[in-house]
């Protein structure tokens, strides 16, 4: 392995990781951000073209419920080292798991798969596929429609 594919792979391991931290501090722009300007993101609600329309899509899909006066909400994406696979041309694509932690404990699980490409000498998301396999019937996310049984 070149040492080139050693910084690619962490650029996008880097990558990932400000996509979380955005997405649990609610930093929806840095999230928004992470994908390229024809980027999509798809969940197993909604399919989003574009940083702003992922941006705006996310602030009208994603309220979290209330909680309670003076109860702050807690989300941690706990997501496994990703399975890379880089492409050649400026182009990758990764597999990897994730669960969330919230004020209930375990609130979900699912998987992530990206495309990604290398524009303006940064990794983005192309497209980024979240898939909820489980959901918490308590989770403080509205429910995804997933089948828990």
């Known amino acids: 392995m070149e040492l080139s594919e050693l910084i690619d792979r962490e650029k996008i391991r880097q990558l990932m990781l400000a996509y979380a931290s955005a997405g649990d501090r609610?930093?929806?722009?840095?999230?928004?951000?992470?994908?390229?300007?024809?980027?999509?993101?798809?969940?197993?609600?909604?399919?989003?073209?574009?940083?702003?329309?992922?941006?705006?899509?996310l602030m009208r899909q994603v309220g979290l419920k209330p909680l309670g006066e003076n109860v702050r909400p807690i989300v941690h994406h706990?997501?496994?080292?990703?399975?890379?696979?880089?492409?050649?041309?400026?182009?990758?694509?990764?597999?990897?798991?994730?669960?969330?932690?919230?004020?209930?404990?375990?609130?979900?699980?699912?998987?992530?798969?990206?495309?990604?490409?290398?524009?303006?000498?940064?990794?983005?998301?192309k497209h980024r596929i979240a898939r909820l396999d489980w959901q918490s019937p308590d989770s403080i996310f509205p429910s995804a429609g997933v089948d828990n049984a």
């Open 78 to 125: 706990h997501v496994t080292p990703p399975d890379i696979q880089l492409l050649g041309n400026g182009q990758a694509r990764s597999r990897s798991y994730f669960t969330v932690m919230t004020n209930v404990g375990l609130d979900h699980h699912g998987s992530y798969v990206d495309t990604l490409v290398f524009l303006d000498g940064q990794w983005l998301f």
């Open 26 to 57: 609610g930093k929806l722009d840095g999230l928004a951000n992470s994908f390229a300007p024809d980027g999509v993101l798809e969940t197993n609600l909604f399919k989003l073209t574009g940083p702003q329309a992922i941006k705006e899509g």
